[in-house]
């Protein structure tokens, strides 16, 4: 009987002790939790809710997916300028340029009055073997109109690219015909190609420009140094100007190639990041060869990296102008959307130890980035003694002065020339005229400029043209007044400017880069370093004692012998 009546009251004595369990527990957790529970409880969870009672009470529907878009880089903006946030729909693009090839139909365009213009067709793509030329006009894609405003260069990439060994048909307009020509392209890999040129500067000097470091940087180097030394360079320059950056791998690897074994090229370290080091294992086949680097204010990220190790390690000399300074280190991590974040996670280091970040403040991005023209207007593009290190001073391995906190000031300063810069080739620059100009005449002359294979004939061909009055015309008619004094001050920058883009939209980038080099004040510069035999840089001078000192150490030694 005992035994049926302890039966009967167990469930009640087992209720009794699950809540007495969850009201110790709620106490302690309240009153005992550490900050990581408060601040989940504070923060996360506060998102989370406000989210649902957004979707479930607010007046008018809401795409939460769009408004968690919206905060998510507001999020991050509060962290530092490089951490950001890439929706699924452009982690793709995102990813394009330091992959190395994408899949797609191998042109160059240009929107002009709503229609896609085929500036160029990349050799031996899918493009090229359907039977599109440079200057077609892109009217259809897969049968439906493709003009007006609904042509933007995202949707563009959009019907373009596609999976690799898809079709897409494409109608096109073409020079001196009035019927729409039809093309199936069969979409392809395209390379994505991290160096523009790589050409003899002169008959020992060696010349490679690299515009970013994505993952096919470092065998396109070699490819590249191989081909200057079958032309017998002696001397070698790497252009890194306006070369923003991309895989820091990239960038190791490289300077793996010019250094001797066991020397440090960057480290990097962060509160979850233990210090990782990078250094040179001795077996780069170019480690004694004179070099030169040169930077400019657009040289970012992986650029420093390369440029600093360099430096520090006193291996080249660096020229040009202070580099942009980033030194943030980001991880990409993905989400199940198929978004990701970029999240800062380091700090890296050049050999000597100073980090080049420029200094931020969280949450003002805009002044973060609004750096370059706050240097512009301080002089800095102008005069070496414009720069302000607010950095502490490190020594390189023999000694030299450099400097961190706010990019890689070169060991050679050349400044910017606005010798004759005008208001008026300013407007014309800015204002996307003389890009369009160029492409005109190229459109309309492209039989006849078809005849001119090397960058030296086209040049001078085009010099032959008077292209500066033929623009100062065409710009007219389009809303830049004429100013003739201004024109004739800025006659060399204009012509300059016009014929480099021509020779762009008939040759290719490495013919660009060769034209706008003639004349340029740093590649003169870096010739004359050559010339004199001081691409190593040298340890500083002991500096010699005045006659105060002097007289102090002759003191001293006399007490001595005393």
């Known amino acids: 009987m005992d035994q049926k009546k302890n039966n009967r009251y167990m469930p009640i004595l087992m209720t009794l002790c699950v809540v007495i ?12 939790s550490g900050n990581r529970l408060n601040i989940i409880n504070s923060g996360s969870n506060r998102l989370n809710n406000l989210l649902h009672i957004i979707d479930d009470q607010y007046v008018d529907k809401v795409n939460i997916d769009s408004l968690v878009d919206q905060a998510i880089p507001k999020i991050l903006a509060e962290l530092d300028p490089h951490s950001v946030y890439i929706s699924a729909k452009d982690v793709q693009s995102a990813n394009d340029d330091l992959k190395g090839s994408f ?12 229609t896609i213009h085929v500036q160029n067709v990349i050799k031996n793509g899918p493009a090229e073997r359907a039977g599109l030329l440079a200057g077609d006009k892109i009217v259809s894609v897969d ?5 007006g405003k609904i042509v933007t260069n995202d949707e563009a990439m959009r019907r373009l690219k596609g999976p690799k060994d898809t079709k897409v048909k494409i109608g096109v307009i073409r020079y001196g015909e009035k019927k729409i020509k039809f093309f199936t392209v069969t979409r392809g890999e395209i390379p994505q190609k991290s160096i523009s040129a790589t050409y003899m500067l002169d008959k020992t000097t060696g010349y490679i420009r690299i515009k970013n470091f994505g993952e096919t940087t470092y065998p396109e180097l070699l490819i590249a140094l191989a081909k200057l030394s079958q032309e017998g360079f002696e001397n070698l320059v790497i252009d890194l100007r306006d070369n923003t950056g991309g895989y820091l791998q990239s960038a190791v690897q490289m300077a793996n190639e010019f250094l001797p074994k066991n020397r440090l090229i960057v480290y990097t370290q962060g509160r979850k990041s233990p210090r990782q080091d990078y250094k040179s294992d001795g077996h780069g086949s170019y480690q004694n060869i004179p070099m030169v680097v040169l930077i400019n204010e657009g040289s970012a990220s992986s650029s420093e990296i390369f440029a600093g190790a360099m430096q520090d390690n006193d291996r080249a000399t660096i020229i040009g102008r202070r580099s942009f300074g980033k030194g943030l280190v980001q991880q990409q991590i993905g989400f199940p959307d198929g978004s990701m974040i970029r999240l800062t996670v380091a700090r890296y280091y050049t050999p000597s130890g100073r980090c080049i970040q420029k200094p931020y403040t969280s949450g003002e991005d805009q002044s973060y980035m609004q750096d370059l023209l706050t240097r512009y207007q301080h002089g800095e593009f102008f005069s070496q003694d414009s720069i302000k290190h607010k950095g502490p ?8 002065v450099v400097y961190g906190g706010g990019g890689i000031t070169p060991d050679i300063f050349v400044p910017e020339d606005t010798t004759n810069v005008t208001s008026y080739y ?16 190229t459109d309309d002359n492209r039989i006849k400029l078809n005849n001119f294979k090397e960058m030296t004939q086209l040049s001078d061909y085009l010099v032959k043209q008077n292209m500066v009055e033929k623009f100062a015309t065409y710009a007219d008619s389009h809303g830049l007044q004429r100013r003739n004094l201004m024109i004739k001050k800025s006659y060399p920058l204009l012509e300059r400017y016009i014929n480099s883009r021509i020779i762009y939209n ?14 340029d004040p740093v590649i003169a510069s870096t010739l004359s370093v050559f010339r004199n035999k001081a691409a190593f840089p040298k340890a500083p001078e002991p500096k010699k004692p005045d006659v105060k000192e002097k007289t102090a150490l002759w003191k001293r030694d006399v007490a001595k012998r005393s």
Do not use: C
Not at 143 to 147: A, C, T
Not at 393 to 400: K, L, P, Q, V
Not at 506 to 519: H, I, K, P, S, V
């Open 21 to 32: 369990g969850i009201l110790i527990g709620n106490f302690f957790a309240n009153h005992f």
């Open 103 to 114: 899949s797609g139909v191998g042109i160059e365009f240009t929107i002009r009055q709503d």
């Open 143 to 147: 049968d439906k109109p493709f003009v």
């Open 393 to 400: 001073a490190y020594h390189t391995s023999n000694g030299r």
């Open 426 to 441: 300013k407007q014309a620059s800015m204002s996307g005229l003389i890009l369009q100009f160029a492409f005109t005449y």
């Open 506 to 519: 008939m040759l290719d980038e490495e013919a660009w880069n060769e034209y706008l080099n003639q004349g």
